[in-house]
């Protein structure tokens, strides 16, 4: 089992920044992929960055160049550096986790609300 714990997140007006930060416990060995979802009220939780424990990064098209994940396997932690923020980055951001056989692991979500 992998326990995650969020922190960060809040309300920030259009145009600042926030910083998402997500530590991992437990059987943290069985970790590759880790990353942050996003559900806004009425949608789907979707993908916003997703980071492997070689580094290689992944975000969706609507964050690029705006948001940065990062992640530091000794202290077993993984960031989401949030610029430029949009109204529409407004959602619950979830930490997650993927074990070697594909199982999800999911923090307990963090508010982040982007005042226009």
């Known amino acids: 089992q992998v326990q995650l714990v969020e922190s960060g997140g809040g309300l920030v007006q259009a145009g600042g920044s926030l910083r998402l930060s997500c530590a991992a416990s437990g059987s943290v060995f069985i970790v590759n992929v880790m990353g942050w979802y996003r559900q806004a009220p009425g949608k789907q939780r979707e993908l916003v960055a997703s980071?492997?424990?070689?580094?290689?990064?992944n975000y969706v098209d609507s964050v690029k160049g705006r948001f940065t994940i990062s992640r530091d396997n000794a202290k077993n932690t993984v960031n989401l550096q949030m610029n430029s923020l949009k109204p529409e980055d407004t959602a619950v951001y979830y930490c997650?986790?993927?074990?070697?056989?594909?199982?999800?692991?999911w923090g307990q979500g963090a508010q982040v609300t982007v005042s226009s």
């Open positions: 997650n986790a993927q074990g070697t056989l594909g199982e999800n692991y």
């Open positions: 980071i492997t424990r070689g580094g290689s990064s």
